[in-house]
């Protein structure tokens, strides 16, 4: 089973309407950890789709940390070296 469950701090939520007309938004959540005494933060970028999407949106500005439950996708691009996980 593929699932992760995150807390941290919510940052940088943007908006958009897949061409379905399904409302998505996009947005960081920072997890900060301590390596050999100094403070470091690694932020996980999260997708939300429909109902979640549009209470994220409208609630937006309200948070300061969230929790969130999930699947994680890494998505390989083509011509890119590189790969993101969501």
């Not at 938004?25 to 789709?49: H, M, P, R, S």
């Amino acid at each position: 089973m593929n699932s992760i469950s995150v807390s941290g701090k919510f940052a940088n939520l943007k908006s958009k309407t897949t061409q379905s007309g399904t409302k998505m938004v996009t947005f960081g959540v920072g997890d900060q950890q301590y390596y050999n005494g100094e403070k470091k933060t690694q932020w996980l970028n999260c997708i939300a789709f429909g109902k979640r999407a549009e209470t994220l949106e409208k609630f937006s500005t309200l948070l300061d940390k969230i929790t969130v439950a999930g699947k994680v996708e890494v998505n390989t691009y083509e011509g890119k070296n590189g790969k993101v996980t969501n």
